[in-house]
Structure formats: C-alpha cells, structure tokens
C-alpha cells in the first residue's frame, strides 16, 4: 500500500516500484488522502487555468483513474480535501475543513479502515518532514504512520473492521540530493545540459539532511509505467519539462532503482534491502 497526499504524488515517488511489484503479481493498492482539489494547472501546455475546486477535482480523478491503468494498481481515496500550499510571510492560515487541519484520529480511521479491508504486508509514505514543507504531505505521513501503528489494535478504531497488523513500513527518498546531484553530474559528463544545476549549486539543496536508505529497489524496467502515469496528470506534469530532461537510457544506466527508508519493521531483515517484501513469507499474515 502506498499512501499518498495528492493525485501525482503516486506518479512521481515510488510509481516504478509500485507498477514493478503489480507487474510481478503482487497486490498493490494507491491511496490518496486528498482530490488535489487546490493544486494550481502546473502544466504550461494545458491550455487553460482550473479555479473551480470542484471542477478541480472532478478533472483530477479523471486523471488519477489514467495513472492507476499506467501502474497497473488498485486506487482509493480516502477523502479529505486538499489544503493548498500556503505562500506569504506570514504564512496565511489553512482553509477550515483542510485535511491538515483535521484531527488525526479523524483523518486515520477511514486509512485504518482500508488498511484493514486490503491488509498489506507494507505500507509506504514520507517522512516526518513530508518531503518537502506541504502541510498535506505531513499530515500524510503522520496519518500512515498511525494506521500503521494501530490497525492491528482491537482496541483501536474498533469501528473500522478486523484488525491487521502490517510488518514493514518505507519512507520514500525519490527527492533526494545524492540522487539529484548523481543524474546533475552523468548529464554533464555526457555532454548535456542539465536540469538540475541550479539545484544543486543552491544553498538550500547544500543545507537538505540527507536521510538514510536502507532499501534500493530496482525497477528500470518500469520507468515507461512511471512515464505514462505521469503523463496521466495533464494538469500537473509538463512532458517537455522537469521530470522528462532526463534521457532515460541515461537514468536507466546510471540511477536504475527508487529508494527508500525502513521506517519500522516487525519482521527480521538485513540492511540494505533490493526488496520491501525482504523478510517477509508468502503466508505471513498480520491477523491476530
């Protein structure tokens, strides 16, 4: 299970591992808190500006529904409404009713809920800092966490169906510095212009703590699943832009794998991992 802020979110962390374990046989479901309903057009070629929130999402779950058949994953959302990215200083306060904003336990029991129905071996989301400062994306990783943490407690969200304990839980590092810096360098050596330069060179990417990787999934073979799940959120991702500057023979050489961190586990494994299923026997449940 990968938990998600927003539609795209799946598309631009994790989406090739994810669509290499669909296409491996394994069960693997998207879940996404919100509808993105506050997202901004971010893609130039759109054609046109969405200010209607409802408009907003009804586009986007359009698009989610194309990402999920490029990943060959099961999708659900869990319900909440995007909080928008606050911008200003001072910052303006989140829009009442936001995913935020809601209390945690609120916001888990329908993640809880589903962990229960779907019962995965593995959950993945971010890390405490969201990944980058978007209030969705930490409460995203506050919300996994504590189903996580719960759902195979009886005396938990006792509402919300027969408990499951899941065994393992990842935190994505699709973002980070040594990765960005790695693509940066094989670009010039190469002889290409590269995208990321200004990145690198900020004083912001020198100032980024690095966190640790435990767990190096390759999955080169899925970066066309990624590509057209990415392509999928036309009103978000540019195909000429960021995330396609990078000829993928060059990625696939040089960067074949997606990251992560193993945030807990309750199964034995050994560090570092090339699988999140490391540690785990194929009848190895989390039922009580």
Request: proline share 9%; charged share 25%.
């Amino acid at each position: 299970m990968a938990v998600h802020a927003h539609p795209d979110d799946e598309s631009s962390k994790g989406a090739a591992t994810t669509a290499r374990y669909a296409a491996s046989g394994a069960e693997v479901l998207v879940v996404s808190c919100t509808g993105g309903e506050r997202g901004s057009v971010l893609n130039p070629s759109y054609g046109r500006q969405i200010t209607d929130l409802e408009e907003m999402r009804q586009v986007r779950t359009v698009e989610m529904a194309a990402a999920a058949e490029a990943l060959g994953v099961q999708h659900r959302w869990l319900g909440f409404v995007d909080s928008g990215l606050p911008e200003g200083d001072p910052l303006p306060p989140l829009p009442p009713g936001c995913f935020a904003l809601t209390p945690l336990e609120e916001a888990a029991a329908p993640l809880v809920e589903i962990v229960r129905e779907f019962r995965p071996h593995v959950i993945t989301t971010y890390d405490p800092t969201g990944g980058y400062p978007h209030p969705d994306h930490i409460m995203c990783h506050r919300v996994a966490k504590e189903a996580f943490e719960t759902a195979g407690d009886p005396e938990r969200y006792r509402d919300r169906g027969a408990p499951w304990t899941p065994l393992k839980l990842y935190y994505n590092h699709d973002f980070s510095m040594t990765r960005i810096r790695t693509m940066h360098e094989a670009m010039i050596d190469a002889g290409l212009e590269s995208p990321f330069g200004d990145w690198v060179e900020s004083r912001a990417a020198r100032e980024i703590p690095e966190r640790e990787v435990t767990t190096r999934i390759p999955c080169a073979e899925s970066f066309p699943a990624r590509d057209a799940a990415l392509v999928a959120h036309a009103t978000q991702i540019d195909p000429d832009g960021f995330f396609f500057a990078t000829p993928r023979d060059l990625e696939a050489q040089v960067w074949p794998v997606e990251e992560y961190e193993l945030a807990a586990s309750r199964v034995a494994t050994t560090l570092p991992e090339d699988d999140l299923f490391a540690g785990i026997a194929g009848d190895e449940g989390g039922a009580p």
